[in-house]
């Protein structure tokens, strides 16, 4: 396999251009490509191009554009993940696998048991490397669309817009270790149906807001029988849901 390259812009076949210097150091010095190396490059508007290497030098990297390819590799399920804010590294962690993983969305979400509350400024500046990580997720992993990450939302505002936006083709899931039914016990979600999938902070969701959740017309479900880090949590559920329903 080529390496993968995300670029932020239109391309197309024949055009020449020049690698973003933030990836050249990537390029030359980790992967240590060289001219007439093959890359493949996608900018997230569908599809890849495969491309070659014309020149390389310190200061650019040029690029031909070859050919358009028609690929895609995005699962049949429609999940956005409401992930409850959690420590950096997990955050990071969850993010990174939940893209190769195939959800669609992620909305991290501050709740009453986050041990992380972010201000303003810092809730940016995590946005913006949430976003770089899920390029590289997305480099490595072969999905040409960039799932975004949503700006972070209280649960109780999340949970009024979901309320309001609610349809017949929705599935909303809320993890819950304590509750009796699993994901195996729901059918196959209608191809265009939304599923929205709600995973608790360390300390799990308070009672109140587990009452929250109900009331909006979330069903809670169990993974087994034992307790599972928030992150563990995370990444079962969407493979799980993989397995049962989508392209695992
Ligand atoms: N004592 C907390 C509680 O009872 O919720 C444990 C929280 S757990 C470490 C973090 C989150 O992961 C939970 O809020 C829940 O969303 C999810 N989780 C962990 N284990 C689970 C399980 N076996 N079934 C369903 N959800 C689980």
Redesign the pocket.
């Known amino acids: 396999m080529p390496p993968r390259f995300y670029i932020n812009k239109a391309i197309d076949t024949g055009q020449v251009i020049e690698l973003p210097c933030d990836t050249r150091h990537y390029a030359t010095r980790v992967l240590r490509l060289k001219t007439h190396d093959k890359i493949i490059l996608f900018n997230g508007m569908g599809g890849e191009f495969s491309a070659n290497i014309i020149n390389i030098k310190k200061s650019n990297i040029k690029i031909l554009i070859d050919q358009h390819h028609d690929s895609e590799f995005e699962s049949p399920l429609n999940i956005e993940l409401a992930q409850a804010i959690c420590t950096n590294e997990k955050m990071d962690w969850i993010i990174q696998k939940a893209v190769e993983l195939g959800v669609t969305r992620i909305q991290p979400i501050s709740t009453n048991r986050s041990v992380v509350r972010l201000s303003a400024e810092r809730v940016e500046k995590r946005l913006r490397h949430w976003e770089k990580t899920i390029v590289s997720a997305c480099e490595q992993c072969g999905r040409n669309h960039l799932p975004p990450v949503l700006s972070v939302l209280s649960l109780a505002d999340w949970l009024s817009n979901k309320k309001t936006e609610q349809g017949d083709q929705q599935f909303n899931f809320m993890?819950?270790?304590?509750t009796e039914k699993t994901l195996s016990n729901y059918p196959r979600p209608a191809s265009d149906a939304k599923i929205l999938l709600a995973?608790?902070?360390?300390?799990?969701?308070t009672s109140e807001e587990e009452k929250n959740f109900l009331h909006t017309g979330f069903t809670p479900?169990?993974?087994?029988q034992?307790?599972?880090?928030?992150e563990t949590?995370a990444m079962a559920a969407v493979a799980a849901m993989q397995t049962l329903w989508g392209d695992f």
Do not use: H, M, Q
């Open positions: 993890l819950s270790p304590t995973v608790g902070p360390e300390g799990g969701f479900v169990r993974l087994g034992r307790i599972l880090r928030t949590a």
